[in-house]
């Protein structure tokens, strides 16, 4: 089980709130996030390894492609952050931006660039 400090660590940063805001809509994999970001793959890969380490976001292997999900709360602190990820971080503007150029990216059909 992660600590809450670890938890609210985790939420402290930009990218990782936009990363978790996309995760709330469905699994994605980097090159999805880099299209809809416009963030470098590092930069996108760097957080999605630091939210795996909070125990946050959760790993599945398809052949070379890597789709990341939310992960199951490990406990009430957990969960409650999620609820916000779900639903009050939404009404934040730079998410809200994000959601919207979400709705409108065409599917990425992942290749060997998807790790």
Same mark, same amino acid.
């Given at each position: 089980m992660k600590t809450p400090d670890k938890l609210f660590? /985790?939420?402290s940063?930009?990218?990782?709130?936009?990363?978790?805001?996309?995760?709330?809509?469905r699994d994605h994999c980097v090159c999805e996030f880099q299209n809809i970001l416009r963030v470098p793959q590092p930069t996108i890969s760097r957080h999605l390894a630091y939210l795996r380490r909070s125990g946050l976001v959760?790993?599945?292997r398809h052949? &070379?492609? %890597?789709m990341y999900s939310l992960?199951?709360?490990g406990n009430e602190v957990h969960a409650?952050?999620?609820?916000c990820v779900r639903?009050?971080?939404? &009404?934040?503007?730079?998410?809200?931006?994000? %959601?919207?150029?979400? &709705?409108? /990216?065409k599917p %990425? %059909?992942? &290749?060997?660039?998807c790790r």
């Open positions: 660590k /985790a939420f940063d930009a990218t990782r709130l936009r990363l978790l805001n996309l995760l709330a809509q959760e790993v599945e052949g &070379k492609m %890597i992960a199951e709360p409650a952050l999620l609820r639903g009050c971080f939404q &009404k934040v503007d730079f998410l809200q931006r994000d %959601i919207v150029r979400h &709705k409108k /990216a %990425i %059909i992942c &290749k060997d660039t």
